[in-house]
């Protein structure tokens, strides 16, 4: 995919998610990158998360699309999210050390504290390997705050990755 529409989307470097962690040595480290429409992450998966016969485990398919969703719900909202729920369809097996692509994009913003997202992983070959739908609760700072799940450096290095997406407008 070209790339020239899209900007990276800053991660924080001290960052240990199992998904895009940059700290986290044996995660996914998934770099996202977004335009005012759709977000995605190229990766290959190790082999250390096979399920079997090098298709990778489910579970980390189903992360990958958490990840790129929960991304795409924070960049284009330029809100903060916690999933709500998701629902994953796995279509094809999908391979360990094949290029993947993850991408997500806002299905229907229901409320303001509220988006619905749809994500896919997309193979090699062009071919939709599995899909998802999620719902994301959105938060404002404040509110977050509230939930004493982030502390105030988080929130300030998060509210600055949000802002990026203003870049593009």
Same mark, same amino acid.
Request: charged fraction near 25%; hydrophobic fraction near 40%.
């Given at each position: ?11 924080? /470097? ?12 044996? +995660? ?5 990158? +977004? ?8 990766? $290959?998966?190790? $082999?250390?998360? /096979? +399920? ?20 795409? /719900? ?9 999933? =709500? ?21 806002? $299905? ?9 997202? =749809? ?14 739908? +999620?719902?994301? /609760? ?7 705050? =509230? ?21 593009? =407008?």
């Amino acid at each position: 995919m070209n790339r020239s529409n899209f900007i990276k989307i800053p991660n924080s /470097a001290h960052n240990t998610c199992f998904g895009c962690g940059p700290a986290n040595n044996r +995660g996914l480290g998934m770099e996202f990158y +977004g335009n005012e429409k759709l977000v995605f992450s190229e990766l $290959d998966v190790p $082999d250390y998360m /096979a +399920g079997w016969n090098g298709v990778i485990h489910g579970g980390i398919l189903s992360t990958m699309l958490d990840e790129v969703m929960g991304w795409a /719900a924070i960049f284009l909202t330029e809100r903060f999210i916690l999933t =709500k729920s998701m629902t994953v369809s796995y279509h094809k097996p999908t391979l360990v050390h094949e290029r993947l692509r993850a991408e997500a994009e806002i $299905d229907e913003r229901t409320s303001e504290r509220e988006v619905r997202m =749809k994500g896919r992983i997309i193979n090699p070959k062009g071919e939709v390997s599995v899909s998802a739908t +999620g719902v994301f /609760a959105l938060f404002s700072p404040e509110s977050i705050r =509230k939930t004493g799940i982030i502390d105030a450096a988080q929130i300030e290095e998060l509210t600055l990755i949000m802002s990026s997406h203003s870049r593009l =407008k």
